[in-house]
């Protein structure tokens, strides 16, 4: 699965380099909690949430099912 959450993450990436920021993956735990890392002007912008939640999170729910949440590390 973590092979797929990062093919999914390079089709963000490009929109939050885009506004100077980007995505790490952390981890992925066994009940389908990915946790990444927002880098750049992403890790203090005051939208990071909603970026993650309604951006990211989504992303990786349409594409991949087994993905339960999204959380920020």
């Known amino acids: 699965m ?8 390079e089709i963000i ?3 939050l ?6 995505i790490e993956l952390v981890d992925v735990t ?3 909690v990915v946790k990444v890392r927002l880098k750049g002007a992403c890790g203090c912008c005051p939208m990071s949430t909603v970026t993650l939640k309604q951006g990211v ?3 990786l729910k349409d594409r991949i099912p087994e993905v339960k ?5």
């Open 17 to 22: 380099q885009a506004d100077g920021g980007d």
């Open 30 to 32: 066994d009940d389908g």
């Open 57 to 59: 999170e989504r992303t």
């Open 13 to 15: 990436r490009p929109a």
């Open 69 to 73: 949440s999204v959380e920020s590390v």
């Open 2 to 9: 973590r092979e797929k959450i990062e093919e999914a993450l």
